[in-house]
Every structure is written in structure tokens, then in C-alpha cells.
């Protein structure tokens, strides 16, 4: 069974940093060769929407308006994919969850929702003014 587990989350003063952990776990990189890992916020009373996204290959995709304080990363060796943000600012409170799909074909990962299957049960962050 493929399974997504989220940690790191908290409430952190606004300035500082976080970084956010999934632990996957049930099919990287054993019965996949092309997986996408993504990152999605969802704030409250908001739509989700993707942060980043990293293809088994490293690539990685960042959604435009995010790109420079968001981070996305993996350690393959313990099946983890890391967000890290910095200098947080009060509008980046939402719950953040990790998402993959398997078996992706289409190049640079997706950051469309609608592409990922497999979603972990999210973290909260709330930055503090």
C-alpha cells in the first residue's frame, strides 16, 4: 500500500523558516521507475494548488509565483521528499500536503492537482506576524 506521511509543520514567527517531511513510502523506486513528488498548500477557504513538484530524475518543477523561497528536495536512500521555505510571510499559513503519482510519462512533473492519486494527510503551517 502507498502511503504519504507528512511532519514538520508547526507555527513559526513570520521571517523565519521551516522544512516540511514525507516519508513515501509502499512503491518508490521499487515497482516505479517514473514517479512525480509534489508539494501542494491549501490556505484556508482556498483551492489547492501546487508549490513544486520532482521527478524521479531530479527534475523539478516550481509553480511561478512561488519560485525562490520554496525548496523542494529528495533523499532517495530514505524514501523522502523535503520543503523547505524561507522567510515566511503570514499569507503562506495553509495546511501542506505531499503528493505522487506513479508512472509518469510526461516529462517535467505536473503541479496540476488533477494529475496526483496519492495524497498524504497534510501538515499546518501558521505563520505568525
Known amino acids: 500500500e502507498v502511503r504519504l506521511v507528512e511532519s514538520g509543520g508547526g507555527s513559526v514567527p513570520a521571517g523565519g523558516s521551516v522544512t516540511l517531511s514525507c516519508v513515501v513510502s509502499?512503491?518508490?523506486?521499487?515497482?516505479?521507475?517514473?514517479?512525480?513528488l509534489a508539494w501542494f498548500r491549501q490556505p484556508p477557504g482556498k483551492l489547492r494548488r501546487a508549490v513544486a513538484a520532482?521527478?524521479?530524475?531530479?527534475?523539478?518543477r516550481y509553480t511561478v509565483s512561488l519560485k525562490g523561497r520554496f525548496t523542494i528536495s529528495q533523499d532517495n536512500a530514505k524514501n523522502m521528499v523535503y520543503l523547505q521555505i524561507d522567510s515566511l510571510k503570514p499569507e503562506d499559513t495553509a495546511m501542506y500536503y505531499c503528493?505522487?503519482?506513479?508512472?509518469?510519462?510526461?516529462?517535467?512533473?505536473?503541479?496540476?492537482?488533477?494529475?496526483?492519486?496519492?495524497w498524504g494527510q497534510g501538515t499546518q503551517v501558521t505563520v505568525s506576524s
Open positions: 503528493a505522487a503519482v506513479e508512472n509518469w510519462s510526461g516529462g517535467t512533473c505536473s503541479v496540476s492537482v488533477n494529475v496526483y492519486n496519492i
Open positions: 509502499g512503491y518508490i523506486s521499487s515497482t516505479s521507475s517514473d514517479y512525480c
Open positions: 520532482m521527478g524521479d530524475n531530479g527534475s523539478i
